[in-house]
């Protein structure tokens, strides 16, 4: 399993379809990848998506996050920000919807996908990478070394 959470947002498009082949080549078969990542709305639903998000309780106020924040640099010793780069127009930031997630996931590899959690601002998705089948895992079997034992293609060669 991978999992990572409020990370990939801080790439475009680009880079994120690149971590996420990255991703899918170091699982194994039947290996799980899990993120929560901001995510906006499509923009069919936005209205109504905004007039229900203006009923939720906010989830934190810039103070707490500026004071988090102030505090991560002041125990790591370093302002974070500095490694991150510009929030320039490029970055995914607040503005993938939760379909472009799955698009980008797919685009790799990824067959199942499913959105475990949606809140106002935030997705939570788990994607998994397909499993071998039972003749694959034979084709498998039969391409590995014997270990010292001689093959039945081994033996008659001999």
Known sequence: MVATANALHWF??????????????LLRPGGVFLFVEP???????????????????ARYSRENW?????????ILGYDHTKFLGSRD????GDGMPVSGWIQLLKNVGFESVDV???????VLLA?????QTKKQNNRLDSDRPSHGRASHKQF???
């Not at 906006?40 to 203006?54: L, N, V």
Request: one cysteine or more; proline letters at 0%; glycine letters at 2%.
């Open 12 to 25: 475009d498009a680009h880079r994120v379809a690149e971590l996420f082949k990255d991703v899918f080549q």
């Open 127 to 131: 994607s998994s990478k397909r499993a």
């Open 89 to 92: 127009s490029h970055l995914i």
């Open 66 to 74: 500026d004071r988090f924040w102030t505090r991560a640099n002041e």
């Open 116 to 122: 475990l959690l949606r809140d106002t601002d935030e």
């Open 156 to 158: 008659r060669a001999n």
């Open 39 to 57: 995510a906006c709305t499509e923009k069919t639903f936005a209205a109504g998506f905004a007039e229900w998000k203006s009923r939720q309780q």
